[in-house]
């Protein structure tokens, strides 16, 4: 069965870096995108961006562009997402997910469990 | 971007009520509509997709429907376990967005 492992919660300060792992098993890892999506406390779903884990090409929401970068190691079938310069308003759960594809299209039917990262001075 | 908007934001309700939720696409996404439940402190767990396609081990109390820019979750008979919030999505075009979630409560 498809899993996706998380690393564990984060505390950082204003400014700081943040790298969330996501260990996948149960499936070929180059075989489907991998996308991070983050919701911060209380608040909605915020799609951030994908990684092609074949490839290694990535597609960024624009809100975060400059400040995120998407990784993999498929050695370890394990997907990254780090975040710079961080602010407090990232204070958020953030989500590894992947796809189910019909014909190319994918919705999000595999979730990691979460991770939060909380930015505080 | 595709804005999504769900009504209600809130809703109370008794178990055995049947409920439905709406979703409104800002521009037409044909049937690339999606359903998610979320409980606190876990991840979103897929309920619907296509639209009207019942994720596999999800109950049939769930249904969807809908296609273009409007759409409607149904919970027929709701059980203490259904509590929780509801999260359209849709996955057309990136980037993929969310409707921003429609908490059932229990009245």
């Known amino acids: 069965q498809v899993q996706l492992v998380q690393s564990g919660a984060e505390v950082k300060k204003p400014g700081a870096s943040v790298k969330v792992s996501c260990k996948a098993s149960?499936?070929?890892?180059?075989?489907?995108?991998m996308h991070w999506v983050r919701q911060a406390p209380g608040q909605g779903l915020e799609w951030m961006g994908r990684i092609n884990p074949n490839s290694g090409g990535t597609n960024y929401a624009q809100k975060f562009q400059g400040r995120v970068t998407m990784t993999r190691d498929t050695s370890i079938s394990t997907a990254y997402m780090e975040l710079s310069r961080l602010r407090s308003d990232d204070t958020a759960v953030y989500y590894c997910a992947r796809g189910s594809c019909t014909n190319g299209v994918c919705y999000p039917k595999y979730w990691g469990q979460g991770t939060l990262v909380t930015v505080s001075s | 971007d595709i804005q999504m908007t769900q009504s209600p934001s809130s809703l109370s309700a008794s178990v055995g009520d049947r409920v439905t939720i709406t979703c409104r696409a800002s521009?037409?996404?044909?049937?690339?509509l999606a359903w998610f439940q979320q409980k606190p402190g876990k991840a979103p767990k897929s309920l619907i997709y296509a639209a009207s396609s019942l994720q596999s081990g999800v109950p049939s109390k769930f249904s969807g429907s809908g296609s273009g820019t409007d759409f409607t979750l149904t919970i027929s008979s709701l059980q203490p376990e259904d509590f929780a919030t509801y999260y359209c999505q849709q996955y057309n075009s990136y980037p993929w967005t969310f409707g921003q979630g429609t908490k059932v409560e229990i009245k």
């Open positions: 149960g499936y070929t890892f180059t075989g489907y995108y």
């Open positions: 521009q037409g996404i044909s049937n690339y």
